[in-house]
């Protein structure tokens, strides 16, 4: 299963509505999709998983939807700290991640 | 404290070997899967390989298998990767991270190692 990542670069301002999209090659069992952040420097941190699951100490401006082939991650106000890159992951029998989404500021 | 930390990086001629351990602290290690995930630099992640809370299961990446062996001791609280016949294009970061239950696959990963560089270079 090959996963794709739209948009590559999303430029966005603080308190903005961000919308990253994954999308699959194949039907995904939701149960087995999860995004990650990474900043710079730094190692990924798991956000959602299940699709639409937060992860221990994320917070509620994170949200996780879709099914099938297609799954949003959704920051609802960004925070300065929200900046970096996002990856989804399907993690059915053959783990993969998508190429990632760069969220910058504007 | 949570804590997953990698060690045994380093520079290796092609076609060398080297291996991996990730120490974990903070949890009931035998508890967990683990994986292990490289990301080239200035790429994406690439998930290379997972095994079970016992040992007993495997799985491997097209891109490792054959090459890379995943391996862990649970007497230890350690999980390891062997890496053989390392090209060019192994140069990565390397992290170890726990699964959020005992399976080698079919699991997210909630925490993460800070990394080991491996660089393949003559």
Known sequence: IVLTQSPGTLSLSPGERATLSCRASQSISSSYLAWYQQKPGQAPRLLIYGASSRATGIPDRFSGSGSGTDFTLTISRLEPEDFAVYYCQQYGSSPRFGPGTKVDIK | ?122
Do not use: H
Request: aromatic share 12%; proline share 2%.
């Open chain 2, 1 to 122: 404290e949570v804590q997953l930390v990698e060690s045994g990086g380093g520079v290796v001629r092609p076609g060398g070997s080297l291996r991996l351990s990730c120490a974990a602290s903070g949890f009931t290690f035998d508890d967990y899967g683990m994986s292990w995930v490289r990301q080239a630099p200035g790429k994406g992640l690439e998930w290379i390989s997972g095994i079970n809370w016992n040992g007993g299961s495997t799985v491997y990446a097209d891109s490792v298998m054959g090459r890379f062996t995943i391996s862990r001791d649970n007497a230890k609280n350690s999980l390891y990767l062997q890496m053989n016949s390392l090209r060019a294009e192994d140069t990565a970061l390397y992290y170890c991270a726990r699964g959020d239950n005992a399976d080698y696959r079919w699991n997210a990963l909630d925490i993460w190692g800070q990394g080991t560089m491996v660089t393949v270079s003559s």
